[in-house]
T-cell receptor, first 111, second 114 residues
Framework: RKEVEQDPGPFNVPEGATVAFNCTYS??????FFWYRQDCRKEPKLLMS???SGNEDGRFTAQLNRASQYISLLIRDSKLSDSATYLC????????????FGRGTSLIVHP | DTGVSQDPRHKITKRGQNVTFRCDPI?????LYWYRQTLGQGPEFLTY????????KSRLLSDRFSAERPKGSFSTLEIQRTEQGDSAMYLC????????????FGPGTRLTVL
C-alpha cells in the first residue's frame, strides 16, 4: 500500500459545480497535512494547510479525519481557473520532516 | 522577487555527462528540500538540509547524486554520469523549521538526458 494515495482522476466538472477529493495516508503517526495545486509544467503551490479542526479559505474547505486516515478538499462554485492537479502532502512525526506527496488528482472545469 | 529560485530552468545533456543544479531558497528559510518529479507523479523526496546539515537522504538516491549546502544558504544538486532515467523535473523547496513545515517551491529545473 502506498503511503499517500489519491485518485488520479481526471474529475471533469462544469463551472459552478462542487467537487471533492480525498487523500488517504497509511502512517497513523502523520502530523502535518497540506493541499498543493500544480498547474501543467509548473511548480506546486501551497493551497492550504489541513488542521485537525479543518480549514476554510473562500471556496475551498479542507478537512482531516484521523480515525479513517484521510484528508479531503472541497471546492465550491468551481471556476475554469481551478483546473489543475491537486496534490496532497503528509508529513510523519518522529523528527523526520520528510513530506510524502500523493500522485495528484487532476481537475478539469469546463464551461 | 523573494521566492525560491532555481538555475538553470532547462538542461539538456548527453548520457554520461555530469550536471549541476542550483537552488536559492527564501532568505529566512533554514530548511531546503530537493525533489524529483516525473510525468503523472507527485514530487519524490531526494534529500533535505537544515541549515548546512544534510539530515536525510532518500534510499532511492543513488551514489551518482550528491547535494551540498555549504553555508546554509543556496544548495547545489549534482548528478554524475547521467542516465536517460534521470530525465525529470528537479524541484527545490524551502521552509522554516517547525512542526508544520509549509514548503514553498522553486520553478524547477527540467533535465533531459539524451
Amino acid at each position: 500500500r502506498k503511503e499517500v494515495e489519491q485518485d488520479p482522476g481526471p474529475f471533469n466538472v462544469p463551472e459552478g459545480a462542487t467537487v471533492a477529493f480525498n487523500c488517504t495516508y497509511s502512517n497513523s503517526a502523520s502530523q502535518s497535512f497540506f493541499w498543493y495545486r500544480q498547474d501543467c509544467r509548473k511548480e506546486p503551490k501551497l493551497l492550504m494547510s489541513v488542521y485537525s479542526s479543518g480549514n476554510e479559505d473562500g471556496r475551498f474547505t479542507a478537512q482531516l479525519n484521523r480515525a479513517s486516515q484521510y484528508i479531503s478538499l472541497l471546492i465550491r462554485d468551481s471556476k475554469l481557473s481551478d483546473s489543475a492537479t491537486y496534490l496532497c502532502v503528509v508529513t510523519a512525526s518522529g523528527g523526520s520532516y520528510i513530506p510524502t506527496f500523493g500522485r495528484g488528482t487532476s481537475l478539469i472545469v469546463h464551461p | 522577487d523573494t521566492g525560491v529560485s532555481q538555475d538553470p530552468r532547462h538542461k539538456i545533456t548527453k548520457r554520461g555527462q555530469n550536471v549541476t543544479f542550483r537552488c536559492d531558497p527564501i532568505s529566512e528559510h533554514n530548511r531546503l528540500y530537493w525533489y524529483r518529479q516525473t510525468l503523472g507523479q507527485g514530487p519524490e523526496f531526494l534529500t533535505y538540509f537544515q541549515n548546512e546539515a544534510q539530515l536525510e537522504k532518500s534510499r532511492l538516491l543513488s551514489d551518482r547524486f550528491s547535494a551540498e549546502r555549504p553555508k546554509g544558504s543556496f544548495s547545489t544538486l549534482e548528478i554524475q554520469r547521467t542516465e536517460q532515467g534521470d530525465s525529470a523535473m528537479y524541484l527545490c523547496a524551502s521552509s522554516v523549521a517547525g512542526v508544520w513545515n509549509e514548503q514553498f517551491f522553486g520553478p524547477g529545473t527540467r533535465l533531459t538526458v539524451l
